[in-house]
Nanobody, 123 residues
Framework: QVQLVESGGGLVQAGGSLRLSCTASGTIFSINRMGWYRQAPGKQRELVAVTTRDGTTTTYADSVKGRYTISRDNAKNMVFLQMNSLKPEDTAVYHC????????????????WGQGTQVTVSS
């Protein structure tokens, strides 16, 4: 069993910053891609940022480029999202996502989601 647990969400004023964390736990052999998605009320879930295992390749949504930074700590099975210059339109539930395999180098990769953490930006 694998779990992803997010933390760090909250209420912040426009222009402020938050740092989200996500920890993967359970039977983990290897984690490949890790990333963040968000879902605002009445909208579809959308990609925010994703990074490869070695961190050399990162992808950001156009709406967050220059304001958000994704990073990870492979030793701790964690991924982070530093969010600066927050805007009211950034308000959403932010979900962690990861491709993980548990059994060994021969095992299949599975995609996992966290329950999400609420980020609310007031104007």
């Amino acid at each position: 069993q694998v779990q992803l647990v997010e933390s760090g969400g909250g209420l912040v004023q426009a222009g402020g910053s938050l740092r989200l964390s996500c920890t993967a736990s359970g039977t983990i052999f290897s984690i490949n891609r890790m990333g963040w998605y968000r879902q605002a009320p009445g909208k579809q879930r959308e990609l925010v940022a994703v990074t490869t295992r070695d961190g050399t390749t990162t992808t950001y949504a156009d709406s967050v480029k220059g304001r958000y930074t994704i990073s990870r700590d492979n030793a701790k099975n964690m991924v982070f999202l530093q969010m600066n210059s927050l805007k009211p339109e950034d308000t959403a539930v932010y979900h962690c996502n990861a491709d993980i395999r548990s059994g060994g180098s021969w095992a299949q990769w599975y995609n996992y989601w966290g329950q999400g953490t609420q980020v609310t930006v007031s104007s």
